[in-house]
């Protein structure tokens, strides 16, 4: 490497800029569009499409929503730093995407929810529901700082942007076109996104891979330094990455995303059909293999082009994440408008991203604590301002988290751990509703808390670790042999901390950030089933089979303690919409002995109406 990152920086011309701001351009069009040209927008048509969408951008968004800048910068500097092993998580996408079709998505279809913490207060009560909206905004909001601080970077690094004029200038256009389309503008611009994210990373790993010889070529000099190792069987789970950290692990983190987060939800529902979204989920998973392999592969290519000159050692980035917009521009720098290219897929998936997470905060917050809280007579019209109100909100705020997100080091690492810490309590407790009928509303609140503050001990102390360098990660070796003409600087790392031995760190604090989810998830389950046991069980009789996983209902007969599961339940919905007057029994509860509802409503609801699974 002979050029410095200043010269690299000149070769972004007013070409790249142009096919840049083409594609901001189209965003924000589609935004227009869908919010001046097409039909009226109500509360149903902002958050959830009005339940009119097709398969294929439904497909593109679930890709777009959880894989984008995170995924393009952060997976080939895995690479490149701690080696190929990280490919196995592939695998864990093959056991996300049919539990998710089949085990939890039918839960939510089910019961036509707009919030997917509705379910909680159907299966549960009310304070399990705002306690779960509540834990989801502080996980979204931190996540999409994240998101947008990682292109902010590379457009930082390869033009010369300043870093808060690039988060700026993502932030604004995003809160433009969602605020103004809603969830379809959402939809057809992750659709759109997707599609230039896919463009610009294959054609740049391709391109990379012919400059420094071709695969061959790639392949060696990765097995020479050791970066191609394929599996690792190492049952510690305080190793980094190994086949069960990847697949197992990876499989908590990634179905706490698929299966129950609101912005994943809220695109299932937003399809004509059931099948749709089950079709949208297996084409996502086409998808998901490809970029990540992609991805993955485009990490030895770095490694192949740096592996005689590291930039990082050299000093020429500051941060492993720069590596690969450095990269791009060392290898498309000649070719006017590509580097644009690259730079609109990485702005492409923090826009999908960015505007998913606005929309789907902006339906939490009307449906869990504005409808069900303090003011549930609302109409649909201030409902629907209310909403773009909370969607303008929602994006400032991710503006401001930015200066957080700076801190929290290397970002792919960073949002996974984010993922586990907060979406592994929530997807237990959610698993603790539809997996296990006794569970009762008190084990579900105390086991949802216990396993919060668990994981932040776990999260915060792997920090405090990492900061005080008992904690080390020890990355894949590097040369500088063969760099010219540059000034070689030492890792800061190696006298940050001096001469004194900073000590070991408690065990738990080293646990694998990938088994952050599985951890939280059953300390839920566990915790909330003690609780269970001695505050006393659910009634399986009075519980809505609609908040079931479908595997209960499958195994019931040989499952104990299920004997009438729901023969007692009653829709209080269904009940009212049956009724003559109201059929409320003097209780907030959404469950009803069928004797008393019997002789009480009698004259007014068809029993076959109110004993309705």
Not at 447 to 473: D, P
Request: charged residues 15%.
């Amino acid at each position: 490497m002979t050029v410095s990152v200043t010269e690299l920086a000149d070769r972004f011309t007013w070409i790249d800029y142009t096919v840049f701001g083409l594609m901001l351009g189209l965003s924000a069009a589609i935004g227009v569009f869908y919010g001046c040209f097409s039909k009226k927008q109500d509360t149903k048509e902002f958050l959830m499409a009005g339940k009119s969408m097709t398969t294929f951008p439904v497909a593109m968004s679930l890709i777009a929503s959880f894989m984008s800048a995170i995924t393009l910068l952060g997976t080939p500097s895995e690479v490149y730093q701690f080696g190929f092993i990280y490919w196995l998580i592939i695998f864990s996408y093959m056991l996300v995407m049919p539990a998710a079709a089949h085990l939890y998505f039918p839960v939510f279809y089910n019961l036509q929810v707009t919030s997917a913490y509705e379910y909680l207060e159907k299966r549960f009560h009310r304070a399990v529901r705002w306690l779960g909206s509540f834990v989801f905004i502080i996980q979204m909001s931190l996540y999409m700082a994240i998101v947008v601080y990682a292109p902010a970077l590379a457009l930082a690094q390869v033009t010369g942007f300043d870093v808060y004029v690039s988060v700026s200038l993502i932030c604004f256009v995003c809160i433009f076109y969602t605020t103004l389309g809603g969830m379809k503008a959402v939809l057809w611009t992750d659709a759109l996104q997707t599609l230039i994210m896919y463009a610009s990373i294959i054609f740049v790993i391709i391109k990379g891979a012919i400059d420094v010889g071709g695969f061959s070529t790639v392949w060696e000099r990765n097995v020479e330094s050791g970066r191609a190792q394929l599996i690792d069987f190492d049952p510690d789970p305080t190793t980094r990455h190994t086949f069960w950290t990847l697949v197992i692990g990876g499989y908590f983190t990634w179905i706490s995303i698929y299966g129950v987060n609101q912005a994943q939800v809220q695109r299932y529902l937003s399809v004509q059909t059931k099948q749709m979204a089950i079709n949208a989920l297996w084409i996502n998973l086409v998808g998901l293999v490809i970029l990540m392999v992609t991805c993955s592969f485009g990490g030895m290519v770095v490694y192949a082009k740096y592996y005689d000159c590291d930039p990082i050692q050299a000093g020429v980035v500051t941060k492993a994440d720069q590596l690969f917009p450095l990269f791009v521009l060392d290898t498309l720098g000649q070719w006017k408008g590509l580097p644009g290219l690259f730079v609109a897929g990485i702005f492409a998936g923090t826009l999908s991203t960015v505007s998913s997470g606005m929309n789907s905060l902006a339906a939490i917050v009307l449906e869990d604590f504005v409808k069900s809280g303090c003011y549930p007579g609302i109409s649909d019209n201030a409902s629907t301002w209310v909403s773009r109100g909370l969607s303008l909100f929602f994006g400032l705020l991710t503006f401001a988290l930015v200066f957080v997100a700076e801190r929290l080091g290397n970002i792919l690492s960073a949002a996974l751990s984010i993922f586990g810490m907060v979406g592994g309590p929530l997807l237990g407790v959610f698993t603790l509703g539809m997996f296990f009928p006794w569970a009762n509303a008190t084990g579900a609140f105390v086991g949802e808390i216990v396993s919060l503050i668990f994981m932040f001990w776990i999260g915060v102390g792997h920090q405090m670790g990492k900061a005080s360098g008992q904690i080390k990660l020890e990355s894949m070796p590097t040369s500088i042999d063969g760099c010219q003409n540059l000034t070689i600087l030492e890792p800061a790392f190696l006298h940050e901390h001096g001469d004194e031995e900073p000590g070991e760190a408690l065990a738990l604090y080293r646990l694998s950030y990938m088994w952050y989810s599985a951890t939280g998830c059953f300390t839920v389950i566990i915790v909330g089933m003690l609780v269970t046991l001695v505050t006393g069980k659910q009634d399986v009789r009075a519980v809505d089979p609609r908040c079931l996983s479908p595997a209960v209902m499958w195994f019931k007969n040989w499952l104990p303690g299920l004997n009438g599961l729901g023969e007692d339940y009653i829709d209080e919905e269904e009940c009212l919409k049956e009724s003559k007057s109201s059929c409320s029994l003097g209780t907030s509860n959404t469950f009803y002995n069928s004797k008393i509802a019997e002789e009480m409503l009698n004259d007014f609801i068809p029993e076959k109406e109110c004993t309705k699974l």
